[in-house]
């Protein structure tokens, strides 16, 4: 009986993911580009205690390209978090498209701070999660 239930739970899950799958490929979505933004600054007091670190953070942006609700979604030490969410709520995206029609999408970027790269750089990489 459980095993009947596992299998059907599965199939289900399958299934679900299949139709997803050909919704998305139905449909031309393009990702949010950022096209206006500083880079986050190296905090001073974190790099005086030789704090490194990657703050991963996720947010929406909207139709317009504004970031909206910036939150940190991994145990980032407190000082480069703030230094991140201060820096990205000041950045502005060409907005997600869907078909050709601008849509919401939510993003999350690694944001690295790293005392060992070149001029104690910040690298925030974009990666797409889903566009609506």
Known sequence: MTRNIISLGLLALLATAASTQAAETASKVESPRKIVGEQPAYPIEARLQ???????????????????????????????AAEALKTIRNWQFEPATRDGSATYAVVRIPVVFSLTAPDHTVTPTDSLLAAK
């Open 50 to 80: 030789g704090i490194e670190g990657t703050v991963m953070v996720e947010f929406l942006v909207d139709e317009q390209g504004k970031p909206f609700g910036p939150g940190v979604v991994n145990d980032a030490h407190p000082l480069l």
